[in-house]
């Protein structure tokens, strides 16, 4: 049967070229023929032979059976072999049914290939999800045997006893001279208030302010900014030898007397009248006559010189 159809479709392909070639005799070259096969295509020459045609090695334009088989190809459950369309319309239409149907199976593999994936990772995600539960219960267990046993815990007297405190010692504060630390020309050097100011407060002196400021610069604040090491530290000796409460009220702020041995040049400091320092200044030290403002003047043999005014000691620390 297939014989008897490659058969007829050589004749067929015959009478058409020897049709075209007639057309073609009868004809102006590059006219087309009316009324053939495919109306419309230029023929020149002898046309194609049968076996040209069903090998498709013969070339004139645009295929001839390109609506075949657009139109095999649309219609997948169509016959392999039938009289009516062309052998080789219908074996190219085959080969690419046949690229398709294998693209297709690819791509079916492929999807299956990343569900396999998909599948593995989710594996994994849940192994390691128990993973970490089974790692949280096993610390959350052994703490909680940790604190049954912290309860059960047998104490020997059956109470609960609390570890006893150390008995505090009373440390004796260190006498220091800091004359005698200080080299002879730290004495004359400058401190901050900040910095004098906590040496007070480390040896148990006091500062008094009627402003309750700091400033240098204004007459009612009490300041120790510039105040000389030497004064600082002979304030702190006289609190030492005395153990008197020593109250400091004045410094080197504004609205004290000018001079070389000043309060603003860092010389003198200012202190609180109380009995325990009245007479330790009076007892200790050695009148030196009456200032002419009318204060009791005592010196000491290390030169420090002591003003009793109405209201507060007025000291020079040399």
């Not at 505090?168 to 004495?187: E, G, I, N, S």
């Not at 002196?205 to 009490?222: A, E, F, I, P, Q």
């Not at 400091?269 to 009318?294: E, Y």
Request: proline content about 5%; charged content about 25%; overall charge positive.
């Amino acid at each position: 049967m297939r014989l008897i159809i490659v058969a007829l479709l050589g004749i067929e392909i015959t009478i058409i070229a020897l049709a075209s070639a007639a057309s073609a005799a009868t004809h102006p070259e590059g006219t087309p023929a009316q009324g053939g096969l495919h109306q419309g295509w230029p023929m020149h020459g002898p046309g194609p032979s049968a076996a040209e045609l069903l090998t498709g090695a013969y070339e004139m334009g645009p295929h001839p059976w390109a609506y075949e088989e657009l139109m095999l190809l649309e219609m997948g459950d169509w016959p392999a072999l039938d009289t009516r369309w062309p052998l080789a319309a219908v074996e190219r239409a085959e080969v690419i049914r046949e690229r398709r149907a294998d693209d297709a199976a690819k791509s079916r593999v492929d999807e299956a290939e990343r569900a396999v994936e998909r599948a593995e990772q989710a594996v994994r995600d849940a192994r390691a999800t128990r993973a970490i539960d089974r790692a949280v219960k096993r610390n959350e267990r052994f703490e909680r045997e940790a604190a049954t046993k912290a309860v059960k815990s047998p104490v020997r007297t059956g109470v609960a006893q609390m570890p006893q405190a150390r008995p505090r010692v009373a440390y004796k504060r260190a006498q220091v001279d800091l004359t005698r630390a200080l080299p002879r020309k730290a004495a004359t050097m400058r401190m901050s208030h900040a910095t004098a100011n906590g040496w007070l407060k480390s040896a148990g002196l006091r500062t008094k302010s009627t402003g309750n400021c700091v400033s240098k610069h204004m007459h009612h604040c009490t300041s120790l900014d510039r105040v000389r090491t030497g004064t600082i530290a002979r304030a702190i000796e006289l609190k030492q030898k005395s153990g008197c409460p020593i109250m400091v009220t004045g410094g080197t702020e504004r609205g004290h007397a000018p001079g070389q041995f000043s309060h603003g040049n860092g010389y003198k400091l200012d202190i609180s009248h109380n009995a325990c320092i009245d007479r330790h200044i009076t007892k200790h030290h050695d009148k030196a006559g009456v200032r002419s403002d009318g204060a009791t003047i005592y010196k000491s043999k290390s030169g420090t010189t002591f003003f009793d005014e109405s209201d507060h000691w007025d000291i020079l620390f040399r």
